[in-house]
């Protein structure tokens, strides 16, 4: 996804940057002798949802980052964040600067606020003597280890909601068809034909919630039992029989040939066609998934989504 980001104007306490989403950027500067600086600096706005490209915090006709100024940004960005989780700044000079704490607040959500405090006093600076070139302040520990990404995060377990399932027919296939011509027959004409398939099965995992965009990689791989209709009585459950590998980004097809006898009987005096249909099915389950992070216990994030199987049912005959 492309970020897009373009000054138009500005005025003394807040600073516009163009987009389609809106967000109001606070920044503190620790109140220390030599605090501030005159270099310029940048920010990059994160969330549950994804994250902005990087914009710079330049108002016009103002002395910006001065030791314990306080100042308001309006980003702009055609990235939705979703819930803000941190603030990512970065310097472009050697003068360093020693934030205090900074705030954020997505307007779409403007009751949720976002605050975070530079406890370990790093300092921003080209010299690395001194600071570091980038700083990343979160709400917590949490928030700072996203994305989730398989070399950080161990999935934890898949767990269904069975009772909202959902099954759906889906679309039938016409995969073979006999014609049988009794019209001048006295007696029934019939044929009995074999009629075999690939039954196909897809399964895949959607995430609508959690973290998501940027914040998830759809390439984040796990293991899991898919949801089934059992034949023998109907019941949605678990198979714990099998799993199958996953990502966000592919769906597993698996498949198994399925072969059926069929017979086409015209009676007398008529004229019958037969057609063998493969018939779909797709069933549709919430999940919740747990992932925790490899190194931290405490830190633990949640996905949410739809178990997806559409599934080829059966093969079936129809007349006419």
């Known amino acids: 996804m492309i970020h897009q980001y373009l000054l138009?104007?500005?005025f003394i306490g807040v600073q516009l940057v163009t987009g389609k989403y809106s967000y109001t950027l606070e920044t503190t500067v620790s109140g220390d002798t030599h605090s501030g600086t005159d270099s310029l600096v940048e920010a990059r706005l994160h969330g549950d949802a994804g994250r902005t490209g990087w914009a710079a915090l330049d108002k016009s006709w103002v002395n910006d980052f001065q030791t314990g100024s306080h100042e308001t940004y309006i980003?702009?960005?055609v990235t939705n964040i979703?819930?803000?989780?941190c603030v990512e700044f970065r310097i472009d000079g050697y003068d360093y600067l020693l934030l205090y704490s900074t705030s954020l607040v997505n307007q779409k959500l403007p009751k949720i606020?976002?605050?975070?405090y530079n406890t370990d006093r790093v300092k921003l600076s080209?010299?690395?003597t001194e600071g570091k070139a980038s700083l990343k302040l979160c709400q917590n520990e949490c928030s700072k280890l996203l994305p989730l990404s398989e070399s950080q995060w161990l999935h934890n377990g898949t767990v269904y909601d069975l009772e909202s399932a959902q099954v759906t027919d889906g679309n039938s296939t016409t995969i073979d068809f006999q014609?049988?011509?009794?019209?001048?027959?006295?007696?029934?004409?019939y044929k009995v034909y074999h009629v075999g398939s690939t039954m196909k099965e897809m399964l895949s995992f959607v995430k609508t919630g959690g973290p998501t965009g940027d914040m998830i990689s759809n390439e984040l791989a796990f293991t899991a039992r898919p949801v089934v209709v059992k034949e023998t009585t109907g019941e949605i459950g678990v198979d714990e029989t099998r799993q199958h590998y996953f990502t966000f980004r592919d769906a597993v097809e698996v498949g198994e040939n399925m072969r059926k006898t069929f017979?086409?009987?015209?009676?007398?005096?008529?004229?019958?066609r037969c057609y063998v249909k493969k018939i779909n099915k797709r069933l549709v389950v919430p999940f919740i998934q747990t992932w925790q992070h490899k190194d931290k216990d405490s830190c633990q994030w949640q996905v949410t989504g739809q178990f997806i199987r559409v599934w080829d049912d059966d093969l079936v005959q129809d007349t006419i």
């Open 82 to 85: 979703g819930t803000p989780l």
């Open 75 to 77: 980003v702009e960005s």
């Open 263 to 272: 017979e086409c009987t015209a009676p007398a005096g008529t004229k019958i």
């Open 179 to 189: 014609i049988q011509d009794a019209t001048s027959s006295p007696v029934d004409i």
């Open 113 to 116: 606020k976002m605050m975070a």
């Open 8 to 10: 138009l104007f500005s």
């Open 126 to 128: 080209l010299d690395y």
